[in-house]
């Protein structure tokens, strides 16, 4: 069992960066393939971006590519979402979620656990 906790949600201008944060319980963390995914009001949940367990496998969205960042530290049992150039198409809420394999996927089928969400607003 795997509980997820969002964190660093917030309100920004456009052009401007946030930091989310995704707290894992649990000791077998690091063998979990990590996703972030967002859905924004009236829409479907998408996905934005996964790593595998290691860290050292990323895949984003083509619509974050070159903006958003994944990363994970296993020692604390956290992954990171470090958003830069903000857009207000960029406003949903977050969530983090732990795959049911090494690497992730595109895919929210494929992942087990999920976080409750942060909600990310972008400002014009």
Sequence with gaps: QV????????????????????AASGRTFSSYGMGWFRQAPGKEREFV????????ITAYADSVK????ISRDNAK????????????????VYYCAASRGRFGSRWDYDYAYWGQGTQV????
Excluded: H, W
């Design 49 to 56: 971006v996964r790593i595998s367990d290691s860290g050292g």
């Design 121 to 124: 607003t972008v400002s014009s």
């Design 77 to 92: 049992n956290t992954v990171y979402l470090q958003m830069n150039s903000l857009k207000p198409d960029d406003t949903a």
């Design 66 to 69: 070159g903006r958003f960042t």
């Design 3 to 22: 509980q997820l906790v969002e964190s660093g949600g917030g309100l920004v201008q456009a052009g401007g960066s946030l930091r989310l944060s995704c």
